[in-house]
């Protein structure tokens, strides 16, 4: 199958009320992990990297991810996500890339918005989509990190979504990067999604929305790992989300998790195992259990 567009997945999931899961990749592992789930339950996917990936795997990693793309029975765009400049987002477009995100959240406005109109230029002449983010999210992941929230504005997201031309729109409506989301209950602004698909026709995106199943915290800290305290959006919260207009939903942490956690255990259990493969296997096996997760409650399942 060829490169999926990006604006066509996000517009059928529109149309259709669902989501497609956007998984982040950072080596071979997980990029098979992503895909043999997609292929197993026909279902859409971004397979995406981060800047940080990018600059740990090189256009290697890209290269891999556009191979994958290119021979699997299922749609599958390969996205940067969120991208640091013009000149990664450009870089990407040149590659090969089928989707670019450029991160311009941290700065005012109007500086969001001149940033993002150029990476739409040069991004139009290769038919390559662009997702853009208004509004901030508190956390950290790779490069990206706030301290704070920023929520989105509805009537601020309408006129940023005129201005840039943008294909699709990362909001926040309360979710953060990494393992440590909420200290009270967990709870999305659903009513500000509400508004924000209100005044916008273009595919809105969730950033910051692993899970960060219990389970998988139990498994790695009972293999010696110190992650306690993390909490992640409830699935609940994100079936709720799709159903008001999130179209992409962004997983990353819950596929480190269950990688770590698999590692742990395998080696706890084997000391005397140093050949990588047989090391790896299962961590492949765990992050291909939580995409096939992430796939059903999105409802992309089946949708190809």
């Known amino acids: 199958m060829v490169l999926a567009s990006g604006k066509l997945l996000l517009s059928k999931a529109r149309r259709e009320c669902y989501a497609v899961g956007a998984f982040n990749t950072n080596n071979l592992e997980a990029t098979k992990a992503i895909v043999s789930a997609a292929i197993e339950l026909s279902a859409p996917i971004f397979l995406q990297m981060s800047g940080g990936a990018l600059k740990y795997g090189g256009f290697e990693l890209a290269g891999l991810a556009l191979a994958f793309a290119k021979k699997v029975p299922v749609p599958v765009a390969v996205h940067l996500d969120h991208g640091p400049s013009v000149e990664l987002a450009r870089e990407c477009i040149g590659f090969g890339f089928s989707s670019v995100m450029i991160d ?104 910051g929305a692993s899970s960060v199943p219990p389970s998988l915290v139990a498994a790695a800290n009972r293999y010696g790992a110190e992650i306690s305290g993390a909490r992640g959006v409830p699935e609940s919260q994100i079936r709720k989300a799709v159903k008001l207009g999130i179209c992409k939903v962004n997983e990353d942490t819950d596929l480190r998790l269950a990688f770590i956690a698999a590692v742990r255990k395998f080696l706890h259990g084997n000391p005397s195992a140093y050949d990588p493969r047989e090391v790896l296997s299962p961590a492949v096996e765990a992050m291909k259990a939580v995409v096939m997760r992430r796939i059903e409650v999105l409802g992309s399942d089946g949708k190809v």
């Open 104 to 207: 311009g959240s941290a700065l005012p406005f109007r500086q969001n918005a001149a940033l993002t109109r150029k990476v739409v230029a040069a991004a139009k002449a290769r038919r390559v989509s662009v997702e853009a983010e208004l509004g901030r999210l508190k956390g950290g992941e790779d490069d990206v990190f706030s301290a704070r929230h920023s929520y989105t504005d509805p009537a601020a997201a309408a006129k940023f979504v005129k201005l840039t031309k943008v294909d699709s729109l990362a909001v926040a409506i309360g979710s953060s990067h990494g393992a440590y989301k909420f200290r009270g209950i967990p709870m999305l602004d659903l009513q500000r999604l509400k508004e924000i698909a209100s005044v916008l026709e273009v595919p809105l995106v969730l950033h």
